[in-house]
Structure formats: C-alpha cells, structure tokens
C-alpha cells in the first residue's frame, strides 16, 4: 500500500540515472517509483520503493530501500547523514561486498543539509533477529560477531586509514572533543539532578580526569580498524537462506577506533548482566577465533580483554552523546544501568589507576 509523499529524491529519472551508474540497470529505464511501506527512526526516515520499467530490464531490481534525513533535522546538530553518504562514497567504495548493504547512490546537500541513501531491498532475503529490545540466540550473535570480525579484519592496520580513508583525531581535535564531552556531560548531568548518583558521579570525574593517559591507545594507531560505531545487534541483517552474508547497516557513526569499541557497544552497553556474562566470553572467543583466521597477527587474546575492558569503560560516556543529540530517554536511561553493571563486573574502573 502507498503510504506518503514519494522523496524528491526518489523520482523515476534519478532512479535511473542511480541504477544505471551502478551497471545494474542496461537496458530501459524505471518509468513508474511507488512507495510500499515507509516508517521514521529516531534519527532518520526509510521508503521502500517499488519500481516499474518500460521494457523487461534483465537483472534490475523491482524494489529499492531509501534513507534520507527527517525534515525537522535538516541542517540541524545531527550529522550521521552526512558522515553516513561519506561511509558509503569513502569505505564501501573501496571494499569486497557482501558486508554492507549495495548502496546505488549516496547524496549530501551542503547548502541544505538534506541527504538521501539508495540501497539494494534485502526485506526477502534477510531479516533482523528479533524486535528491539530483545537480545537474539547465541548462535545468531555469533553470526554477527564473526561478520563483525571479518570486518574489522578487512580494514586491520590498513595504510589507507587516516590518509585517504576516515581521519585521525590528533592531539588538538581530542582536546576539543574532550571539551565538548564535558559540556554534554554537564548538561546530562544536570538533567538528571539526584538521579545520578553520588558514584557515578565520582566515576565521570575520574574518567575525565584520567582520560589523556586512556587516550593512549588510541593514540598508540596500532592494532585499529574502522568500527560502525552504532553497533548494536538490530543493525544488522541476517540471510535467511545459506546464499547469503550477514550484511551490516546505518554506518553513520562509523570512526577510526579499536574494534572492542564495536563489541563493547553491542554487548556491555545493551545487555542486562545475567545473558552478557553467560554470552560474552564465548563471543569474545569468537571474535578472536575469526581475526586470527582472517589473517590478523600480534593481537593475542589478552589484548583483545584489554582493549575489551577499556571500550566498557569508554562506553559509559554513550549516553551522555545520545542525550546531547536527542535520543529519547527510553533508550539512554536503559543504557546507563547496563553500562554501570558490565563496568562494575569487569573492574573497569581499576583501568583509571588512581
């Protein structure tokens, strides 16, 4: 059924033009684009597109999936869109597929903050695990965690990374971000007045305080790889045959980082304590299992529980980003009391080694 105003991005012309200068679309040309279904995120809005040609096009897609911005966020303090058409033109460009999502065009209006994402329709051949918050099987968490892997591997210590792939932050750039998570954190801080412990706190302020010596690994650019940053379990799509790979989408926090970041994230920051500890070790195994097959080298296990530990740690300032960008407290306040337990059950806070 129809439902909305079809996107300006999404007319019959530049959906020819997008699968044309993709190679999947020779012949004919798409003549008719009808909304299937459509729904907003928190953060962005997706049409499912159903198309008509005006010959029998070979191969070309009948459906299409399009992302683009909400219109009360264009030009606003929300810039995953942008960096997210960036993933897609600067990363995905430059890899195998069968990661992502084929994405057929990727735009980012600079005068008007207006940006849109065209992709290949998976709804027939995957599916995501389970409706949020329910956390999938074991054996569908290590499917993503092996993807995850694999991925992490791909980009492992790789030259192009912070010179013609993402950036390094430098000394400089994380003085400002350490600036600005200080005034999100004051602003967070406050909005919760006696909600926020007198503990934790004392836990933000010893993070702070010691955040140029856990810098240091960061710094250190070695054993790094690009991580997608927002990766929790539903942003990812499973095959729903055997022909298929698990495939990783909404790349709009993608960075430069320590791949336990990715992990940390999915896990410690989303899961409650009783299925993260009977889960986590077992999908740590794994992860490590697959870098090491993919070819990773000089990054025992150990390391891997170090850098683990440290991402657990970092991830407590998670919330106070998705307060300071508008995520609705139904999911941050969540992610507060699971990030505080995974810290207190790992000894994350021996880390600041004070």
């Known amino acids: 059924m129809t439902t909305g105003s079809l996107p300006e991005a999404a007319t019959a012309e530049q959906v020819t033009d997008a699968l044309r200068k993709s190679g999947v679309l020779v012949d004919g040309r798409v003549t008719h684009v009808a909304i299937e279904r459509s729904f907003a995120t928190v953060l962005s809005h997706f049409f499912q597109l159903r198309l008509t040609y005006d010959t029998d096009a070979v191969d070309a897609p009948a459906s299409l999936m399009l992302k683009a911005g909400l219109p009360d966020r264009a030009g606003g303090p929300w810039l995953g869109g942008r960096h997210e058409v960036s993933f897609y033109k600067e990363v995905a460009s430059a890899m195998p597929t069968g990661y992502v999502p084929r994405c057929y065009d990727a735009h980012w209006d600079q005068d008007t903050?207006?940006?849109?994402?065209?992709?290949?329709?998976?709804?027939?051949?995957?599916?995501?695990?389970?409706?949020?918050?329910?956390?999938?099987?074991?054996?569908?968490?290590?499917?993503?965690?092996?993807?995850?892997?694999?991925?992490?591997?791909?980009?492992?210590?790789?030259?192009?990374?912070?010179?013609?792939?993402?950036?390094?932050?430098?000394?400089?750039?994380?003085?400002?971000?350490?600036?600005?998570?200080?005034?999100?954190?004051?602003?967070?801080?406050?909005?919760?007045?006696?909600?926020?412990?007198?503990?934790?706190?004392?836990?933000?302020?010893?993070?702070?305080?010691?955040?140029?010596?856990?810098?240091?690994?960061?710094?250190?650019h070695r054993h790094m790889t690009i991580i997608q940053g927002d990766a929790h379990v539903w942003n990812c799509f499973l095959p729903i045959g055997d022909n298929a790979d698990t495939r990783i989408f909404d790349w709009d926090a993608w960075r430069i980082d320590v791949g336990s970041d990715d992990l940390a994230y999915m896990m410690a920051l989303h899961w409650y304590p009783d299925l993260r500890v009977r889960f986590e070790r077992h999908l740590l195994d794994c992860y490590h299992e697959e870098l090491v097959i993919q070819g990773v080298q000089d990054y025992d296990r150990r390391a891997l529980q170090d850098d683990y530990r440290l991402s657990v740690l970092w991830q407590t300032t998670t919330p106070i980003w998705h307060h300071a960008v508008g995520i609705p407290p139904l999911i941050w306040w969540n992610n507060v009391e699971r990030i505080h337990l995974a810290v207190d059950d790992l000894g994350c806070r021996d880390l600041f080694g004070d």
């Open 113 to 220: 903050g207006a940006w849109h994402l065209l992709f290949e329709d998976l709804s027939k051949s995957h599916f995501v695990a389970t409706q949020w918050p329910l956390p999938p099987t074991l054996a569908q968490c290590e499917s993503i965690i092996r993807t995850r892997a694999r991925f992490h591997a791909l980009w492992w210590d790789d030259a192009r990374l912070g010179a013609t792939v993402g950036t390094w932050q430098d000394a400089g750039a994380t003085e400002q971000s350490f600036k600005r998570l200080m005034e999100q954190y004051g602003s967070f801080a406050d909005a919760l007045g006696d909600r926020l412990s007198t503990e934790r706190r004392e836990h933000y302020a010893r993070l702070f305080d010691a955040a140029p010596r856990l810098m240091e690994r960061y710094h250190s």
